[in-house]
């Protein structure tokens, strides 16, 4: 969006027709509320951006299907000259109409009429140039379907539009609804609007209603209509003066047929002296796509230009929705500002009371409130407390250095302040206004140099992402990359394919407590990008809760389908690669081995309670048809923005990462676990209870960092990649990249078969990743510099002759024979006595045989030691390193 600059925040208001309760449509379901699908018809206006147009920001629904719309607004509009009682110049009055023309032609490029237009529709800023205002009105009620109230001015409305009447759809005197108004009826409006800056008077001002509008139905069949007007308003010999100037609103004034479009006027010779002053506007280029984003950027000849005084109101330099965003932070109320101005008035109960008649035909209660019809004031919001609030924030911080690595907050006399704050709760911080500004204006920057800055996107999200920006910095964080939208035309969306029966199922019951996607263009767009992706990988299929996946993504970018494929598209095979084959349960069945391995790691007793119950070995029943769904994403069961902060940290991670949070949620749950049975736990992952969404975050990144990266290797995970960052900074510099992306060598995990994975509770650890922890090298042990890498000990349970001939340094020996009789039974174990002193390292248990390795760990998991694991290939992995010491002769 573009700056605020000069221009002020504006709120309007009005009601949507009520619904019938009683009544569902034909999918058995109940209507959709005709505000919600006006919320959803608005939110293209949002992108619809001309300096001849008002930025429409935001829209807000309340009670009794009220809705609230804020864009740019400006004081001042043509009302002010008719006020004034004073003739426009012939000159400014070809300048009006041309940037009417201008604003009207973008208009109609985007399919879009305006049909409110009127004197104090047109808005002018401080520099005299044209604002066209509540041109969405129209286009966001259906055409007028969806209210109770006519779009458009009496005196305004071409007679076309007049003679067709109004129209409501529960209206039975009308078969069917009349034509959507084109272009050609705001062209007749702005010729009534002209004609009153010639005459300097409003038009039939002091004519009763029903005789105004049988005389412009009349208009249309009168040869010289600029005559008969002028005569009627007692201004023909100032028409005369200006006509040579004005010969073109004759044009307008004719029938439907004859009368020019916007575009076409814009080409009639009487512009030919203004067109020339008016640069060709051009949309700047979007951050996916394949046009130069700074191509229009100019540095001044002096650079001291650069510099702002300090009494420069920074704050108007920002975006339109980045001030309404922050106005909001800072108190901001839209129904206290209306309610202030008495747009809206609250009454009584008791004088709301509903019409009811008795049997006898007499009516009682109270009538029509007419503060349910149109009442098109705008209110300003006033910036004053938002102002207020950011006195201290310093003019630096308004353009931060991107390559100061010192701190990313930049200084201010409040600096300690935003450096306290981020160490509170996210929640907090979210609503924090100050700090908020810092990190959006950091970030926009940041984005604004992607792909080049992506290494310190990165390290700016493992702080947090502001919501504002959350859907770009998300295509960021996943790496989206080239011209997307040329991507996604190219797909074929429309061809029918057997899939759609599907989806068509699943959408109506995806996220429908939010507004915005249970819209009628929210369930549009959820058909369009779940088709894309399943049209542009023919090699996977559909699968329900595919939608689910595709809900934050939608939801982020409704406006932009494309960036919400890209996005979609990048983060399936990453974290659920190969999850929609055709047959998939060798996927799943993998996956979910190493998730009970991964409870197993991190927590032994409610992994023992589990098996014991047999809940475990049903997991394949169990999460396929539950929400959670293997991946424990939880879009279904989680509103959307508990599943943002989860997300947040979630793209920061690995393909691995998912497992963590999933031991992170079981842990929140642990106590009702440990303490019920099998039927009682599926009816916990069947009605999920409240779960701590900054906790989980917390508890999954420790987990993370304690897990050995090569601990959930799955041979059916995606195909090695270019290695990044994990996102997790100096606290996880072990898990620099995802094991799946590291190339192959002797030392690495052997792929494994499903049923040998099963039998073992342990998850098992490369050779490469013991030697990356112990920090070994040929010179012994080194020490430990590298932050963030688990303490382990490793555990070898061959016998003492062998254990004596080669074996990892610094590890301990406890023989399997010890503990176990040839047969497999536990005799006795001194493991248990011998390794409390290094309960909570990481325990490596190495044998010459899997089979053995397996039990013993099987055994200490049993007994509640966490973080149990199984070296891959045993000793003899590590034999051909030359990394075996042997103990030195006693003398």
Same mark, same amino acid.
């Given at each position: ?6 221009a ?6 009005f009601f #949507?027709s ?10 058995g ?5 005709? =505000?919600?699908?006006?919320?959803g +018809?608005f939110?293209i206006l949002?992108t ?6 008002c930025?429409?920001?935001?829209i ?6 009220r809705?609230i719309?804020?864009?740019?607004h400006y004081?001042s ?6 006020k004034?009682?004073?003739t426009v =110049?012939?000159e400014k009055?070809?300048k ?5 023309l201008?604003?009207l ?9 305006h049909?409110?237009l009127?004197?104090h529709n047109?808005?002018?800023d401080?520099?005299a ?5 509540k041109?969405?009105?129209y ?7 969806d209210?109770?109230?006519p %779009? /458009?001015?009496? =005196?305004?409305l071409a007679?076309?539009?007049i003679?067709?009447g109004s129209f409501h759809?529960?209206?039975s ?6 034509l ?5 009826t705001?062209?007749w409006?702005?010729?009534v ?9 409003r038009l ?5 209603i029903?005789e105004r509008?049988?005389?412009i139905?009349?208009?249309g069949? %009168?040869?010289?209509i ?5 005569e009627?308003?007692?201004c023909?010999?100032? %028409? ?5 100037s004005l010969?073109f609103?004759?044009i307008i ?5 004859s009368?020019?479009t916007p575009a076409?006027?814009l ?5 030919n002296?203004?067109?020339?002053l008016?640069t060709?506007?051009?949309? !700047?280029?979007?951050?996916f ?5 700074c191509a ?6 002096d650079i ?11 704050? =108007?330099?920002r975006a339109i929705?980045?001030v309404?965003h922050?106005?909001?932070l800072a108190g ?10 008495? @747009?809206?008035?609250s009454?009584p ?10 049997e006898? /035909?007499?009516?009682f ?9 149109l009442d ?5 919001l006033?910036l004053?407390?938002?102002?207020n609030?950011?006195?201290?924030v310093?003019g630096?911080a308004y353009?931060?250095l ?5 701190s990313?907050?930049p200084?201010?006399?409040?600096s300690n ?5 981020v160490?509170?709760?996210l929640i ?9 500004l810092i ?13 080049y ?8 999200a493992r702080v947090?992402i502001?919501?504002? %920006? +959350? ?13 997307i939208q040329?991507?996604?035309?190219s797909?074929d ?9 599907q989806i068509?199922v ?5 996220h429908q407590?939010?507004?915005?996607l249970?819209? !009628?263009q929210?369930?549009i767009?959820f058909?369009?990008?779940l088709k894309a992706? &399943?049209?542009?990988?023919?090699d996977l299929?559909y699968?329900q809760?595919l939608?689910s ?5 939608l939801?982020l970018?409704?406006n ?8 979609m598209? #990048?983060?399936?095979p990453?974290?659920l ?7 998939n349960?060798h996927?799943?069945q993998?996956?979910?081995?190493v998730?009970s391995q991964m409870i197993?790691f991190?927590d032994?007793e409610?992994s023992n ?6 809940f475990?070995?049903d997991?394949s029943? @169990?999460?396929v048809?539950?929400p959670?769904?293997?991946v424990y ?6 509103p ?6 989860l ?5 920061l ?5 998912p497992?963590c949070i999933? &031991?992170?949620i079981?842990?929140q ?6 303490a ?7 009816l ?14 917390r508890?999954?990144?420790?987990l ?6 090569s601990a959930?290797y799955?041979?059916h995970a ?5 290695s990044?960052?994990?996102g ?8 620099s990249?995802d094991?799946?992306d590291?190339?192959?060598t ?7 078969a499903?049923c040998d994975l ?6 098992? @650890?490369?050779a490469e990743?013991?030697?990356d ?5 040929? #010179? ?6 590298k932050?963030?890498?688990p303490?382990?000990?490793?555990v070898?349970?061959?016998?003492v ?7 990892i340094s ?5 023989p399997?024979?010890?503990?176990f009789n040839?047969? /497999?039974?536990?005799v006795?174990?001194?493991a248990?006595?011998?390794l409390?002193n290094?309960? /909570? ?6 044998s010459h045989?899997m089979?053995?390795a ?7 998991v049993k007994v509640?030691?966490?973080r149990?694991? @199984?070296?891959d290939?045993g000793?003899?992995k590590?034999?051909p390193?030359g ?6 002769p006693q003398?």
């Amino acid at each position: 969006m573009r700056p605020l600059k000069d221009a002020q925040l504006g709120a309007f208001t009005f009601f #949507a027709s009520a619904l019938p309760h009683d009544v569902c449509g034909s999918n058995g379901l109940p209507l959709t509320p005709n =505000s919600i699908k006006i919320l959803g +018809r608005f939110q293209i206006l949002k992108t619809v951006t001309h300096p001849r147009l008002c930025q429409y920001v935001d829209i807000t629904r309340g009670k009794h299907e009220r809705l609230i719309v804020v864009a740019e607004h400006y004081e001042s509009c043509l009302s002010d000259f008719q006020k004034q009682g004073k003739t426009v =110049s012939p000159e400014k009055v070809l300048k009006i109409a041309y940037e009417v023309l201008e604003g009207l032609e973008f208009m109609n490029k985007h399919g879009m009429v305006h049909r409110a237009l009127s004197a104090h529709n047109v808005l002018m800023d401080c520099k005299a140039n044209v604002k066209l205002a509540k041109f969405g009105l129209y286009h966001m009620t259906d055409h007028g379907a969806d209210v109770d109230f006519p %779009i /458009g001015y009496p =005196s305004y409305l071409a007679p076309e539009v007049i003679a067709q009447g109004s129209f409501h759809p529960s209206d039975s005197s009308h078969d069917e609804a009349p034509l959507p108004s084109g272009p050609k009826t705001d062209v007749w409006s702005l010729g009534v609007l002209l004609f009153e800056l010639c005459a300097g008077r409003r038009l039939l001002q002091n004519i009763d209603i029903s005789e105004r509008l049988k005389f412009i139905l009349t208009l249309g069949c %009168i040869d010289d209509i600029v005559t008969v007007l002028a005569e009627e308003h007692g201004c023909l010999d100032a %028409i005369k003066v200006e006509s040579k100037s004005l010969v073109f609103v004759d044009i307008i004034f004719c029938s439907v047929s004859s009368r020019p479009t916007p575009a076409e006027l814009l080409g009639d010779p009487v512009f030919n002296g203004v067109s020339c002053l008016y640069t060709p506007f051009q949309k !700047p280029g979007s951050l996916f796509s394949s046009s130069l984003r700074c191509a229009h950027l100019e540095l001044p000849e002096d650079i001291s230009d650069l510099c702002k005084d300090d009494d420069e109101d920074y704050l =108007s330099e920002r975006a339109i929705d980045e001030v309404y965003h922050l106005w909001c932070l800072a108190g901001g109320d839209l129904e206290k500002e209306l309610t202030n101005k008495e @747009i809206i008035q609250s009454k009584p109960p008791i004088c709301t009371l509903p019409n009811f008649v008795m049997e006898d /035909g007499e009516s009682f209660g109270q009538g029509r409130d007419r503060s349910f019809l149109l009442d098109d004031t705008t209110v300003t919001l006033s910036l004053c407390q938002l102002r207020n609030r950011l006195k201290d924030v310093a003019g630096e911080a308004y353009y931060p250095l991107l390559e100061d690595e010192q701190s990313s907050l930049p200084q201010s006399n409040s600096s300690n302040e935003l450096s306290a704050t981020v160490t509170l709760p996210l929640i907090i911080r979210e609503r924090d206004t100050e700090y908020q500004l810092i990190r959006i204006i950091l970030f926009d920057r940041l984005l604004k140099a992607y792909p080049y800055k992506k290494n310190l996107v990165w390290k700016e999200a493992r702080v947090d992402i502001p919501p504002l %920006i +959350r859907g770009l910095a998300w295509a960021a964080l996943l790496g989206i990359e080239g011209d997307i939208q040329a991507k996604y035309e190219s797909i074929d969306k429309d061809t029918p394919i057997p899939t759609d029966r599907q989806i068509e199922v699943d959408i109506p019951r995806c996220h429908q407590y939010d507004e915005l996607l249970s819209s !009628p263009q929210g369930h549009i767009k959820f058909r369009r990008v779940l088709k894309a992706w &399943v049209v542009s990988h023919p090699d996977l299929v559909y699968w329900q809760g595919l939608d689910s996946l595709c809900a934050p993504f939608l939801y982020l970018n409704f406006n932009n389908e494309a960036l919400a494929y890209a996005c979609m598209s #990048a983060f399936i095979p990453k974290y659920l690669y190969n999850f929609f084959l055709k047959d998939n349960s060798h996927v799943i069945q993998e996956y979910l081995t190493v998730f009970s391995q991964m409870i197993a790691f991190h927590d032994p007793e409610l992994s023992n309670h589990l098996n014991e119950i047999g809940f475990i070995p049903d997991y394949s029943v @169990i999460f396929v048809k539950s929400p959670l769904f293997c991946v424990y994403f939880c879009t279904d069961v989680f509103p959307l923005h508990k599943i943002f902060h989860l997300w947040d940290t979630l793209l920061l991670g690995n393909s691995s990462f998912p497992f963590c949070i999933g &031991v992170a949620i079981l842990q929140q749950l642990r106590d009702r676990l440990l303490a019920n049975g099998f039927n009682e736990c599926i009816l916990l992952f069947s009605d999920l209870p409240e779960i701590d969404i900054e906790r989980c975050v917390r508890e999954s990144i420790n987990l993370f960092c304690w897990t050995p990266k090569s601990a959930t290797y799955r041979q059916h995970a995606q195909p090695p990649k270019a290695s990044g960052d994990n996102g997790f900074g100096k606290t996880a510099t072990y898990y620099s990249s995802d094991y799946q992306d590291m190339p192959k060598t002797d030392l690495s995990r052997e792929p494994l078969a499903l049923c040998d994975l099963k039998a073992e509770v342990s998850p098992r @650890i490369s050779a490469e990743d013991l030697i990356d922890l112990c920090e070994l090298s040929l #010179a012994g042990p080194t020490k430990r510099t590298k932050a963030g890498k688990p303490k382990i000990i490793a555990v070898d349970i061959r016998n003492v002759e062998d254990f004596s001939r080669g074996h990892i340094s610094g590890s301990i020996n406890i023989p399997f024979s010890a503990a176990f009789n040839p047969d /497999g039974e536990l005799v006795q174990c001194p493991a248990t006595g011998i390794l409390q002193n290094y309960r /909570g390292r990481v325990i490596v248990v190495i044998s010459h045989a899997m089979k053995s390795a397996a039990m013993f760990a099987t055994h200490l998991v049993k007994v509640n030691f966490p973080r149990v694991c @199984i070296l891959d290939g045993g000793i003899n992995k590590l034999k051909p390193t030359g990394l075996l010491t042997v103990p030195s002769p006693q003398i």
